[in-house]
């Protein structure tokens, strides 16, 4: 295949891409709509001045004299005779008014147990290899765990659980780690 030369071949002036494209022309002037909508904007301002302006109120309105009095002060005298004659307060319907000022609490000796130690196991695998891999994800979510291989009826069962707890709420607080961590069903038990 022969090369081509691009140097020497003429130029195409419709399709040049140093060329710029010829601006349409648009017709000169503001479009009817925009008119319109300056019209209408510059209608609705005025009608609102002239409303701030009409309830504004008159302030050239004359200014309203009012007459003064000598204030009277009562003697003292009266004003004791007055506390006298009060009427008397009227009968409570409710009598818990008079209940509440005598009650008295009582308060109460409780004794917090310790359930005891608390465990929390977070799986139970056939093959070793699953358990390892259980105790090796706790591990990455920064906990410690412990692999424990009781003998059931049948077969070996391999147990993951963390533990022990002196409280059940710092095994709750790893279950909720665990959970933020993608390992779910964990359960805490009462160690044994």
């Not at 509440?100 to 056939?126: N, R, T």
């Amino acid at each position: 295949m022969a090369h081509q030369d691009y140097v020497s071949r003429p130029r195409n002036p419709k399709k040049s891409p140093y060329k710029k494209p010829a601006a349409k022309q648009q017709p000169q002037g503001v479009p009817l709509k925009v008119k319109l909508i300056g019209l209408v904007t510059l209608i609705v301002l005025c009608g609102f001045i002239y409303l701030l302006w009409s309830i504004k109120g008159d302030d050239t309105a004359a200014p309203v004299v009012q007459e003064t009095q000598t204030a009277v002060t009562p003697k003292a005298e009266e004003v004791v005779k007055d506390k006298a004659t009060l009427p008397t307060p009227p009968k409570e319907k409710w009598a818990y008014r008079k209940e509440l000022e005598d009650k008295k609490i009582e308060v109460g000796e409780y004794d917090v147990k310790q359930g005891g130690p608390y465990k929390m196991q977070c799986g139970s695998f056939k093959s070793l290899k699953q358990a390892e891999v259980l105790k090796a994800n706790i591990a990455f979510a920064g906990l410690s765990a412990q692999i424990g291989a009781p003998v059931g009826a049948n077969s070996t069962y391999y147990r993951v659980y963390l533990g022990p707890y002196e409280k059940k709420r710092d095994a709750e607080k790893d279950k909720h780690k665990l959970k933020r961590n993608k390992i779910n069903y964990c359960q805490i038990w009462l160690w044994n």
